[in-house]
């Protein structure tokens, strides 16, 4: 717990700091950054833990904001009153997910969940700017009043809670041990069904609920671009490759990818933005470097090779 608490203390002091100094932007920063911890907190459910490939965590966030957006713009509903229902919409995208993982890992496509995920993504992340106008008239999109964001602290609790224990269960240390051996879930003794619909129910209802964090304020981070969207949830998806079943890997893996691509536009404003460019080349460094530093390819080789020694010889 120790470590965890380390690589979270970067995401509450640098929002700490920016409202003792009474920086404008203090509270959007806050929400991002909280809303960030609870994206991380997902990823490290989904692919770090169910060792998913999915890139469409980012778009279920911004499916969660989209959602408190239309309801409190289109139906009238009170703001608190959409909040609570957020995670709702997360178990049920969730659900949805896990049975296109369970056909295709049962048709031996696998590896096509990425493609189905990245999919997903671009239509998804496209949502906040759509319900944007219901709320303010414009295309700016408007904040959640803190008042109302109180209903979230018992939520995000729950949730909290739910993934700490879901990462840290037996099952879990079972899926460990089985992709470490190189095993099916099942040879373990795993339900592999159960496992991922729980897992992933999880992680969407957090993911959702990250999104309406990000609606909380003034000025709210929710309403992004669809290319930062789509950047976010690329860039999650190296982040829980990179941080694994480890929390902590995962918080410290997200500082880098989530703050240096804005960091450099910040030093050298002649620069394009390179956050999309940035998650795009981790992307691709997760799906051919394995978690050793190796070439996933030349590995593979390399155990062809070991099982045909005979055809090596020659």
């Known amino acids: ?70 309801l409190t713009g289109f139906t009238g509903l009170e ?8 995670p709702v919409l997360g178990i049920g995208l969730g659900a949805a997910l896990a049975l296109f993982c369970k ?44 008042d109302d964001a109180i209903v979230l602290v018992p939520i995000v609790s729950l949730l909290a809670v739910l993934a700490r224990l879901f990462a840290g269960s037996r099952l879990a240390e079972l899926a460990l041990a089985a992709a470490a051996s190189e095993l099916r879930g099942e040879a373990a003794g795993l339900a592999v069904t159960g496992w991922r619909v729980t897992g992933l129910c999880l992680a969407a209802a957090i ?14 981070a929710a309403p992004l671009t669809t290319e930062g969207w789509t950047a976010l949830a690329i860039a999650l998806f190296a982040i829980g490759r990179l941080g694994g079943a480890r929390f902590g890997g995962c918080l410290l893996a ?26 795009l080349a981790a992307l691709l460094l997760q799906a051919v470097v394995r978690r050793d530093g190796s070439l996933a390819l030349f590995v593979r080789q390399a155990k062809q090779r070991a099982a045909t020694p005979f055809a090596a010889a020659r």
């Open 1 to 70: 717990m120790g470590a965890q608490a380390i690589a979270l203390a970067p995401y509450l002091v640098l929002p700490a700091v920016l409202l003792v100094l009474g920086q404008p932007q203090a509270a959007t920063f806050t929400g991002f950054t909280a809303g960030l911890v609870l994206l991380v907190l997902a990823t490290h459910v989904a692919v770090g833990v169910l060792r998913l490939p999915l890139l469409c965590l980012g778009g279920l966030a911004a499916t969660g904001a989209a959602f408190v957006q239309a």
């Open 79 to 86: 703001p608190w009153v959409a909040l609570g229902l957020v």
């Open 103 to 146: 056909w295709l890992a049962a048709t031996g496509q696998e590896p096509a969940i990425a493609l189905l995920s990245l999919a997903l993504l671009l239509p998804l992340a496209a949502l906040p700017l759509a319900t944007a106008p219901l709320v303010t008239g414009s295309d700016v999109g408007g904040g959640i009043a803190f």
């Open 207 to 220: 993911a959702t609920t990250a999104g309406a964090v990000m609606l909380v304020g003034p000025a709210p």
């Open 254 to 279: 997200a500082l880098p990818l989530a703050l240096l691509p804005q960091l450099t536009v910040t030093l050298s404003p002649a620069f394009a933005d390179l956050t999309l460019a940035m998650a």
